[in-house]
């Protein structure tokens, strides 16, 4: 398995971007997908997950009702429609496929993409 982030860029605040990551390969019984971002000189830290059958979404707080998760099994790609995008949105986003369980814990995925810089100027 495989995945490939793409859409990032550098925008102004209250800007929006969309980042795509493709998925290729065996899906490895992956039911779970998410973003993950890490911000200069910090950890990476969860920021939104779905589950891939059921494409529920699910969010960190910091993102609740500016971002939004989706899927499109068909093309086998997710999405991260950002809004509103703030300076403190800035960092490398990661999207990451796993088994379902602590949907926001680094160790719950095995397979992770490149990473896509995003960068909010103030």
């Known amino acids: 398995l495989q995945l490939g982030e793409s859409g990032g860029g550098l925008v102004q605040a209250e800007d929006s971007l969309r980042l795509s990551c493709t998925i290729t390969?065996?899906?490895?019984?992956?039911?779970?997908m998410a973003w993950f971002r890490q911000p200069p000189g910090k950890e990476r830290e969860y920021v939104a997950a779905?589950?891939?059958?059921?494409?529920?979404?699910y969010y960190t707080n910091a993102v609740k009702g500016r971002f939004t998760i989706s899927r499109d099994n068909a093309k086998n790609t997710m999405y991260l429609q950002m809004n509103r995008l703030k300076p403190e949105d800035t960092a490398i986003y990661y999207c990451?496929?796993?088994?379902?369980?602590?949907?926001?814990?680094?160790?719950?995925?095995?397979?992770w993409g490149q990473g896509t810089q995003v960068t909010v100027s103030s």
């Open positions: 779905i589950s891939w059958g059921s494409g529920s979404p």
């Open positions: 390969g065996h899906t490895d019984g992956s039911d779970v």
């Open positions: 990451a496929a796993g088994r379902w369980g602590y949907i926001d814990k680094l160790d719950s995925y095995n397979y």
